[in-house]
């Protein structure tokens, strides 16, 4: 079997994630690393055992005609980093948020279309191993064959006070768009993984942090093709009861005509038949890597989809649609109103 070559654009705290289920696929031999910031970029070539690292973008592609690269650096930069792999035939996974914008989204999927390159979003939410799972449960029709009601409740608790996301990603408190543009939009994409297109929503966004720019708390309803409908009953400035925060980032429940299911914030799932007493699935996750090792499971999607030429979960002709509802939340918080997905060019 091809071992690909890699190489990883950024540096900074998510790209961890990445390094780390990178180091762990035979398949794939990260050959170098990149960053603006030198010094951090050689930390982190010690730390998963990477042989070069870069200053200069283009400089690193000319060195080693990579397969594919790895982005994980902020928004703003994608597009141009896209645009150089293109330039070198690069195959090309892309951390989320795709762009800044919806229209500088579109703009990307343009370079990409009809250059032969390989492009994924690296969206892992709907990789972790507990989606996988309740996925199989609604598919075998546990509770019932007809789903009524999504609703998750997230509260992360990493935004409050003056020091808000300087631990982590200290660019979120510039960010005009925040909690639906950088977080919503996970469950926005696990939604669509789980029932289906969206039809409509209605939101109503607010900032309870002053000292950032951007919202970080609200409710979103959804409506589904299906029928089906949805609450994100979302805030990442109140603290949550359980330990672990971001391990599942909340409690999820789903109704269906025979039953209900519960992702409890340990990743397990318990499901309540009608009439009949609750009983926990015999699922147990796991705790390496990121939420359930996702990004690992996510990452591996796309060397299997380049070496085996299968498509990609979350392309970009399908993260259009994502970020179309992300687009139709907004104009919906704006306008007060119900938004049509349709709506949105």
Request: hydrophobic content about 35%; glycine content about 8%; charged content about 25%.
């Amino acid at each position: 079997m091809k071992r690909l070559k890699g190489v990883i654009v950024g540096a900074g705290y998510f790209s961890h994630f990445h390094g780390d289920a990178w180091s762990r696929m035979p398949d794939v031999e990260i050959v170098a690393i990149c960053d603006k910031d030198v010094q951090k970029a050689k930390l982190y070539a010690k730390h998963y055992d990477i042989p070069n690292v870069y200053g200069d973008l283009n400089v690193m592609f000319a060195a080693h005609q990579p397969d594919f690269v790895d982005i994980v650096t902020p928004p703003a930069t994608h597009r141009s980093i896209i645009k150089a792999a293109i330039a070198k035939g690069i195959h090309i996974i892309c951390q989320k948020p795709l762009a800044d914008t919806f229209k500088e989204a579109k703009e990307i999927r343009e370079l990409v279309k009809g250059t032969g390159i390989r492009f994924m979003v690296h969206e892992n939410w709907r990789f972790q191993p507990w989606y996988r799972e309740i996925k199989s449960v609604i598919q075998a029709g546990i509770i019932g064959k007809k789903i009524f009601q999504y609703t998750f409740k997230m509260r992360l608790g990493d935004g409050w006070g003056d020091d808000a996301y300087l631990d982590r990603q200290p660019y979120f408190r510039n960010m005009p768009r925040l909690l639906i543009h950088e977080t919503g939009v996970h469950f926005v994409d696990t939604f669509r993984y789980l029932e289906g297109e969206i039809s409509e929503v209605y939101a109503h966004l607010k900032t309870l942090n002053p000292i950032i720019k951007g919202e970080d708390t609200g409710m979103v309803f959804f409506k589904f093709k299906s029928g089906c409908t949805a609450l994100f009953d979302a805030n990442r400035y109140h603290e949550p009861t359980y330990n672990n925060a971001r391990y599942t980032f909340g409690e999820m429940w789903i109704e269906g005509d025979k039953g209900s299911l519960t992702l409890h914030p340990n990743g397990q799932i318990s499901i309540k038949p009608l009439g009949e007493p609750q009983y926990k699935l015999p699922f147990k996750p796991t705790e390496n890597g990121f939420s359930g090792d996702s990004v690992f499971a996510c990452q591996y999607h796309f060397i299997r989809g380049i070496l085996e030429e299968s498509p990609f979960e979350t392309g970009i002709d399908d993260y259009i649609k994502t970020l179309k509802v992300v687009e139709a939340i907004y104009h919906s918080h704006d306008e007060k109103t119900v938004y049509p997905i349709n709506r949105v060019k």
